[in-house]
Protein backbone atom coordinates (compact mmCIF):
# COMPACT_ATOMS: atom_id res chain seq x y z
CA UNK A 1 0.00 0.00 0.00
CA UNK A 2 1.15 3.48 -0.74
CA UNK A 3 2.36 5.65 1.51
CA UNK A 4 0.91 8.83 0.53
CA UNK A 5 -2.34 7.00 1.33
CA UNK A 6 -2.01 5.85 4.52
CA UNK A 7 -0.71 9.24 5.42
CA UNK A 8 -3.92 10.62 4.13
CA UNK A 9 -5.56 8.08 5.71
CA UNK A 10 -4.34 8.53 9.36
CA UNK A 11 -3.51 12.64 9.07
CA UNK A 12 -6.68 13.77 6.71
CA UNK A 13 -9.64 10.80 6.70
CA UNK A 14 -10.29 10.23 10.33
CA UNK A 15 -9.37 14.18 11.49
CA UNK A 16 -12.15 14.73 9.10
CA UNK A 17 -14.17 11.91 10.18
CA UNK A 18 -14.09 12.57 13.54
CA UNK A 19 -14.58 16.59 13.73
CA UNK A 20 -17.54 15.71 10.97
CA UNK A 21 -19.20 13.28 13.72
CA UNK A 22 -19.17 15.45 16.40
CA UNK A 23 -20.39 18.74 14.48
CA UNK A 24 -23.22 16.56 12.71
CA UNK A 25 -23.93 14.92 16.00
CA UNK A 26 -24.35 18.42 17.66
CA UNK A 27 -26.44 19.72 14.84
CA UNK A 28 -28.47 16.95 15.24
CA UNK A 29 -28.59 17.32 19.21
CA UNK A 30 -29.25 21.03 18.96
CA UNK A 31 -32.17 20.21 16.67
CA UNK A 32 -30.52 21.97 13.05
CA UNK A 33 -30.43 18.85 11.18
CA UNK A 34 -33.37 15.99 12.04
CA UNK A 35 -33.56 12.78 10.44
CA UNK A 36 -35.55 13.77 6.97
CA UNK A 37 -33.30 16.66 6.72
CA UNK A 38 -29.91 16.83 4.31
CA UNK A 39 -26.79 18.06 5.50
CA UNK A 40 -26.60 20.37 3.09
CA UNK A 41 -29.87 22.16 3.70
CA UNK A 42 -29.51 22.10 7.20
CA UNK A 43 -28.70 25.59 7.85
CA UNK A 44 -31.01 26.90 5.31
CA UNK A 45 -33.40 29.76 6.11
CA UNK A 46 -36.53 26.71 6.88
CA UNK A 47 -39.16 29.74 6.02
CA UNK A 48 -37.67 30.50 2.57
CA UNK A 49 -35.18 27.09 1.59
CA UNK A 50 -34.02 28.45 -1.71
CA UNK A 51 -32.15 31.38 0.78
CA UNK A 52 -29.13 30.90 3.22
CA UNK A 53 -29.44 31.74 7.29
CA UNK A 54 -29.19 35.22 7.90
CA UNK A 55 -26.35 36.66 10.40
CA UNK A 56 -29.30 37.20 12.69
CA UNK A 57 -30.02 33.39 12.50
CA UNK A 58 -25.97 32.61 12.41
CA UNK A 59 -25.97 34.01 15.38
CA UNK A 60 -28.67 31.55 17.65
CA UNK A 61 -26.71 29.00 16.26
CA UNK A 62 -23.40 27.40 18.11
CA UNK A 63 -20.10 29.27 17.83
CA UNK A 64 -18.17 26.48 15.50
CA UNK A 65 -22.05 25.74 13.31
CA UNK A 66 -21.91 29.51 12.72
CA UNK A 67 -18.69 29.57 11.65
CA UNK A 68 -19.10 26.36 9.29
CA UNK A 69 -22.47 28.03 7.90
CA UNK A 70 -20.11 31.02 7.27
CA UNK A 71 -17.04 29.12 5.23
CA UNK A 72 -20.22 27.29 3.52
CA UNK A 73 -21.59 24.29 5.04
CA UNK A 74 -20.81 21.10 3.78
CA UNK A 75 -17.46 19.52 3.02
CA UNK A 76 -15.96 22.78 1.83
CA UNK A 77 -17.44 24.89 4.69
CA UNK A 78 -16.21 21.74 7.52
CA UNK A 79 -12.93 21.91 5.87
CA UNK A 80 -11.95 25.70 6.34
CA UNK A 81 -13.40 25.37 10.15
CA UNK A 82 -11.13 22.32 10.33
CA UNK A 83 -8.61 24.53 9.21
CA UNK A 84 -9.38 27.58 11.37
CA UNK A 85 -9.31 26.08 14.62
CA UNK A 86 -5.94 24.09 13.40
CA UNK A 87 -4.28 27.10 12.31
CA UNK A 88 -5.99 29.48 15.87
CA UNK A 89 -4.92 26.61 18.33
CA UNK A 90 -1.59 26.37 16.65
CA UNK A 91 -1.24 30.42 17.28
CA UNK A 92 -2.30 30.56 20.71
CA UNK A 93 -0.12 27.24 21.88
CA UNK A 94 2.94 29.22 20.17
CA UNK A 95 2.14 32.25 22.07
CA UNK A 96 1.76 29.88 25.71
CA UNK A 97 4.97 28.36 24.54
CA UNK A 98 6.85 31.94 24.09
CA UNK A 99 5.43 33.73 26.65
CA UNK A 100 7.71 35.25 29.09
CA UNK A 101 6.05 35.58 32.16
CA UNK A 102 2.72 38.62 32.94
CA UNK A 103 3.83 40.82 30.69
CA UNK A 104 3.33 38.87 27.87
CA UNK A 105 0.12 38.73 28.76
CA UNK A 106 -0.14 42.09 29.82
CA UNK A 107 1.13 43.37 26.43
CA UNK A 108 -2.34 41.81 24.72
CA UNK A 109 -4.48 44.19 26.08
CA UNK A 110 -2.82 47.25 24.42
CA UNK A 111 -4.59 48.62 21.20
CA UNK A 112 -2.01 47.38 19.06
CA UNK A 113 -2.09 44.14 19.94
CA UNK A 114 -5.62 43.67 19.96
CA UNK A 115 -5.93 45.61 16.31
CA UNK A 116 -3.11 42.86 15.24
CA UNK A 117 -5.10 40.27 16.83
CA UNK A 118 -8.39 41.50 14.37
CA UNK A 119 -6.19 41.53 11.91
CA UNK A 120 -4.52 38.07 12.32
CA UNK A 121 -7.98 36.93 12.71
CA UNK A 122 -9.07 37.80 9.59
CA UNK A 123 -6.12 36.49 7.46
CA UNK A 124 -6.63 32.86 9.47
CA UNK A 125 -10.26 33.14 8.22
CA UNK A 126 -8.84 33.66 4.69
CA UNK A 127 -6.29 31.32 4.79
CA UNK A 128 -8.93 28.71 6.00
CA UNK A 129 -10.81 29.24 2.93
CA UNK A 130 -7.93 28.50 0.75
CA UNK A 131 -8.07 25.30 2.67
CA UNK A 132 -6.60 23.10 -0.63
CA UNK A 133 -3.54 25.56 -0.34
CA UNK A 134 -2.94 25.19 3.45
CA UNK A 135 -2.52 21.65 4.17
CA UNK A 136 0.24 20.89 1.90
CA UNK A 137 2.08 23.38 3.35
CA UNK A 138 1.53 21.27 6.76
CA UNK A 139 2.03 17.80 6.13
CA UNK A 140 4.37 16.35 2.54
CA UNK A 141 1.81 15.42 0.23
CA UNK A 142 3.25 13.52 -2.46
CA UNK A 143 -0.48 13.17 -4.40
CA UNK A 144 -2.87 15.91 -2.77
CA UNK A 145 -5.71 14.53 -5.08
CA UNK A 146 -5.71 11.31 -2.35
CA UNK A 147 -5.17 13.37 0.71
CA UNK A 148 -8.79 14.80 -0.93
CA UNK A 149 -10.58 11.60 -1.18
CA UNK A 150 -9.37 10.63 1.78
CA UNK A 151 -10.63 13.64 3.52
CA UNK A 152 -14.26 13.84 1.87
CA UNK A 153 -14.61 10.01 2.84
CA UNK A 154 -13.85 10.83 6.34
CA UNK A 155 -16.42 13.50 5.98
CA UNK A 156 -19.30 11.12 4.44
CA UNK A 157 -18.52 8.24 7.15
CA UNK A 158 -18.36 10.99 10.32
CA UNK A 159 -21.70 12.26 8.72
CA UNK A 160 -23.35 9.08 7.84
CA UNK A 161 -22.13 7.91 11.48
CA UNK A 162 -23.16 10.57 13.38
CA UNK A 163 -26.64 10.32 11.81
CA UNK A 164 -26.92 6.64 12.48
CA UNK A 165 -25.82 7.30 16.27
CA UNK A 166 -28.59 9.57 16.33
CA UNK A 167 -31.16 7.39 14.83
CA UNK A 168 -30.29 4.84 17.29
CA UNK A 169 -30.51 6.31 20.32
CA UNK A 170 -33.80 7.86 19.37
CA UNK A 171 -34.31 4.50 18.78
CA UNK A 172 -33.65 3.35 22.47
CA UNK A 173 -35.44 6.25 23.95
CA UNK A 174 -38.91 5.28 22.21
CA UNK A 175 -38.21 1.34 23.74
CA UNK A 176 -37.30 3.05 26.99
CA UNK A 177 -40.77 4.84 26.89
CA UNK A 178 -42.55 2.10 25.71
CA UNK A 179 -41.79 0.22 28.87
Given amino acids: MNMDLIKAIF ?12 MVYYAYHKGYLTSNVNIRDAFKDK ?8 KANRKSLLFLHSKWVTFGGGF ?17 VQFLIHATGWQSFANLLTFHA ?4 IIESFMNMIQSLLWFSFWPDVFDM ?7 IAAYIGYRFGANLAQRYILHLEKCQDERLKH
Fill in 142 to 148: ENIVVWF
Fill in 11 to 22: YAGLPVQIFTFI
Fill in 47 to 54: KNPNKKLS
Fill in 76 to 92: YGLLALLTFVYIELEQT
Fill in 114 to 117: ILGM
